[in-house]
């Protein structure tokens, strides 16, 4: 689903945009890439993950961004991939 | 345009580490606080800092608070006030104790004490030898430090504002300062915050450079307010560079990296360094070693397609010390550079890092203007200039600075609400400005985009008022950034929601920016001599200008005022409170 269409999720994408501001500019520019691809074109799935690293401090952020370290946990894997190859 | 109005004792601007400090400071007085922050206190720019803090506690080895005061003053390259000096370094004991008693798990010593590590420009015995000074909790010092001081905040029941944008000082017609306007970013709302004291910590504006170590929310907010309300800006000529920073990323690669026997190298491979520092050669001094890989660039021996950056060469060590010791650094070379830093070197350049100037501060925190305190009104942090850090700030000073500013402007302001003073009638004008700026933005016509624009300052700033700086395009400078800030006036938003418009915030952000640039670009284009972090390569070295600083001429403070773009100059504070001055002479480490 497109959450763009979706009104539901519309100011979702605002404030998930918002949120990708942190304080380390590693990660700044890692959301930045990921947003001129994307664009509002942000599926419910990806909107979830987003969210849930989202709430993560900044360094352990950036450790798994980065590569780092790993996480098990299904739901972030495919997000965290697509950020490592940006 | 509407706007409702909240009324407390203190409104702060700014979670980061002085914001976090002074609200501990006014809540616990039982003052009713409100802080306004862009993004969640934790994720201030403060978690970038991982040095430490400085403190001559003495748990490793004996230091005294006047060897760092000579130290921070000899950093300075003099242009500290030596009174604002002294009181930092006496009071950084206090403040890391009272730190640690926050909760802050510094690194320890088997002995229970505080584990202290050296850093850069940090003496013993008057510049003797390197002292370990610095007080951190292993690589995430400033991270712990705003836990620390958010968990204190919130038992001390701080109101926080958390997404909410600050829009401009409320000032009225005696000068005196009523709060801040400010949009709450989930809903567009504008309030009206009505304080008996206003404290901006708001942190620097390194996102006026094209390379910038800063993250995206350093926009200089505080001070595009404070000379939006007529207050001038001190000292903006003074950016500290960090010579390696990532090539068209910003992102810092650690000093670390050169200390393990990294190389700088141009485009015929050759490690220039060893022109320019035969003996400490690639280990020479932040400056030295910026002020040769930007000659080499501008000689036509950079790299790449258009020769703008070198390398930074480690592929001579082995794989397994640089997985160990420079852990992180191979990840930022894939990530940010493309380049596996074992096979390949690392481009970079000299990148903006920190911010000397700010709001003009004695060392009580309280914003002066023409030696006379504005009502109301205190700063603290990297948006403040109270001056500690004159030309050229000392490593893990930063952190010190907040604490020990953060925490006297907040004592400040508590004392003076408890004299008594009180709520003026609010000062309706000064919104109705604020209101119909916001409304240009709104229903701007064939504007200019925010994008670009923004993009037009940073590499204008970048280009002629870098690390190393030219007469000619300093004056070039000029004309360009005063052109790029007439686009700025007329910035035009495509999106006009009121949630979370990110696109709004950001051309909010860059009416604050480019007052940043402007102040920088013509306070640098006046000062005509070298001086820490301002140098030019038509002051030269002699007896009379040592490093190129003209003492004679030019020991003194700017004063950049947005009206008209005047300057102003005040004199350095060389007296300090109880110690002898500590006398110029040549900076030389």
């Known amino acids: 689903m497109n959450a763009a269409a979706e009104s539901a999720i519309d100011p979702r994408l605002g404030r998930l945009r918002w949120h990708c501001r942190r304080a380390l ?45 790993e996480t098990d946990d299904p739901q972030l894997q495919p997000l965290l991939y697509r950020l490592r190859q940006l | 345009m509407s706007y409702t109005v909240r009324k407390f004792d203190a409104v702060i601007v700014g979670a980061g580490g002085a914001g976090l400090r002074a609200a501990i400071q006014l809540s616990e007085a039982g003052l009713k606080t ?23 506690l003495g748990n490793s080895e004996e230091d005294h608070w006047h060897w760092h005061m000579y130290d921070t003053v000899k950093g300075s390259d003099w242009l500290g006030d030596q009174d604002a000096i002294e009181f930092m370094c006496r009071k950084a004991n206090e403040v890391v104790v009272e730190l ?96 008996r004291a206003t404290l901006f910590a708001t942190g620097g504006a390194g996102r006026i450079f094209h390379s910038s170590t800063n993250a995206f929310i350093n926009t200089g907010d505080g001070l595009g307010m404070a000379a939006r309300a007529g207050i001038p800006l001190e000292d903006m000529e003074f950016w500290q560079f960090h010579p390696t920073g990532v090539a068209g990323a910003g992102v810092l690669i650690t000093e670390g990296v050169r200390g393990e026997g ?6 015929a491979g050759e490690r220039f360094m060893e022109r320019y520092a035969p003996n400490a050669k690639d280990l020479a001094s932040r400056d030295v070693v910026s002020r040769a890989m930007v000659t ?124 008594g003073r009180a709520h003026k009638p609010l000062h309706t004008a000064s919104i109705d400005k604020t209101l119909a700026r916001l409304d240009r933005l709104n229903t701007q016509k064939g504007g200019a985009n925010v994008h670009e624009a923004r993009l037009a300052m940073q590499r204008t700033m970048q280009k002629h008022a870098g690390v190393f700086r030219f007469d000619n395009l300093l004056k070039e400078g000029v004309a360009e950034i005063l052109k790029v800030s007439e686009d700025v006036a007329r910035t035009e938003i495509k999106d006009k929601s009121q949630v979370f418009n990110t ?58 005022y947005r009206e008209g773009n005047r300057l102003e100059y005040k ?18 480490y």
């Open chain 2, 262 to 267: 990294g190389i700088l190298r141009n485009s």
């Open chain 2, 503 to 560: 696109a709004r915030v950001e051309a909010l952000e860059l009416d604050n920016l480019i007052e940043v640039a402007t102040a920088t670009m013509i306070s640098a284009e006046a000062r005509k001599e070298s001086r820490g972090a301002h140098v030019r390569d038509d002051a030269h070295d002699t007896a009379e200008t040592p490093n190129g600083r003209d003492d004679k001429n030019w020991l003194k403070h700017t004063l950049w």
């Open chain 2, 100 to 195: 640690e008693h926050y909760g802050m798990p510094f690194d320890r010593l088997d002995n229970g004490k505080i584990y202290q590590r050296p850093f850069g420009g940090h003496m013993s015995n008057f510049g003797e030898k390197p002292v370990r000074r610095s007080c951190a909790a292993a690589d995430r010092t400033g991270h712990a430090m705003l836990h620390a001081m958010y968990q204190r905040n919130v038992k001390a029941n701080t109101q926080f504002f958390v997404e909410w944008q600050a829009l401009d000082l409320i000032r009225d017609e005696e000068g005196d300062v009523q709060g801040v306007t400010a949009m709450d970013m989930e809903t567009g709302d504008v309030v009206a915050f009505h304080a």
């Open chain 2, 34 to 56: 409100a802080v306004l922050s862009k993004v969640f206190p934790t994720r201030s720019h403060t978690v970038a800092a991982q040095g430490g803090v400085a403190a001559s």
């Open chain 2, 296 to 419: 080499e660039i501008n000689e036509g021996r950079g790299c790449g397609h258009n020769k703008d950056y070198v390398l930074l060469d480690i592929t001579h060590l082995d794989p397994g010390t640089i997985m160990k010791r420079l852990p992180g650094i191979r990840e930022i070379g894939l990530q940010f550079a493309g380049v596996d830093c074992i096979k390949e070197p690392l481009p970079v350049v000299p990148t903006c890092h920190y911010q000397m100037g700010g709001i003009p501060t004695n060392y009580h925190g309280q914003v002066v203007v023409h030696d006379q305190v504005i009502n109301g009104f205190y700063a603290a942090g990297e948006c403040a200039c109270a001056s500690v850090h004159g030309a050229n700030r000392l490593g893990t000073n930063s952190l010190l600075d907040l604490l020990v500013f953060g925490k006297s402007a907040g004592e400040t302001a508590v004392a003076d609400l408890q004299q």
């Open chain 1, 25 to 69: 500019l590693e990660l700044d520019l890692v959301f930045q890439r990921f947003w001129d691809k994307v664009g509002d074109d942000l599926d419910i799935e990806t909107a979830d993950a987003l969210e849930r690293l989202l709430a993560l401090e900044d360094h352990d952020l950036w450790y798994l961004v980065s590569g780092r370290e």
């Open chain 2, 571 to 588: 004199p350095v504070q060389m007296k300090p409170l109880s110690v002898e001055t500590i006398e110029l002479k040549k900076r030389a």
